[in-house]
């Protein structure tokens, strides 16, 4: 059965730190997405990575960064989290696009972050 | 501009009754692929259903199909003989192909709550 795990279900931080949000997939993905959703919004990309220590800017970028030193982890960072940022954050893996049409992506089951 | 438009926030259904759910998008590209996802109370995205752009039929999956009308640009998932289990947001996805990553760029979203 295909996994994409998140290191927390559930975060509460404060105004200024330093956050780290960790996703892992074990179907051995070359791509792999953060999005942040938020009500009416749907989901938003933040980041995203085609290849280990690869990285390419989504559509809201700003106030995140991101890491991905193997192959099967990549992690947002919120260098100094903002009430702004309070949101659920899902993660997703994806196989480089094939022939095959439904190469979907798979999702982890989110983190619901709050900063305070 | 937006690229992928639901226009029904939220909507009820009767049980055993089918519900369509809107979905239109805009691109330029000729080549590219609709993704309808569930995503329930829980958190989880679960795929549904896929369209690819050349598809001459229309996708179907079980209990799912997508209403697929190129010219007019849209791509309704029709859900028949509605469960409770189906209560959930759905989204619409679109991939295009020039898309770097496999990256999909999704709806705001539409929540349907069925009633007994």
Known sequence: ?116 | AQKITQTQPGMFVQEKEAVTLDCTYDTSDPSYGLFWYKQPSSGEMIFLIYQGSYDQQNATEGRYSLNFQKARKSANLVISASQLGDSAMYFCAMREEGAAGNKLTFGGGTRVLVKP
């Open chain 1, 1 to 116: 059965d295909v996994k994409v795990t998140q290191s927390s279900r559930y975060l509460v931080k404060r105004t200024g730190e330093k956050v780290f949000l960790e996703c892992v997939q074990d179907m051995d993905h070359e791509n792999m997405f953060w999005y942040r959703q938020d009500p009416g919004l749907g989901l938003r990309l933040i980041y995203f990575s085609y290849d280990v220590k690869m990285k390419e800017k989504g559509d809201i970028p700003e106030g995140y960064s991101v890491s991905r030193e193997k192959k099967e982890r990549f992690s947002l960072i919120l260098e100094s989290a903002s009430t702004n940022q309070t949101s659920m954050y899902l993660c997703a893996s994806s196989a480089i696009r094939g022939s095959t049409s439904t190469d979907t992506q798979y999702f982890g089951p989110g983190t619901r972050l709050t900063v305070l």
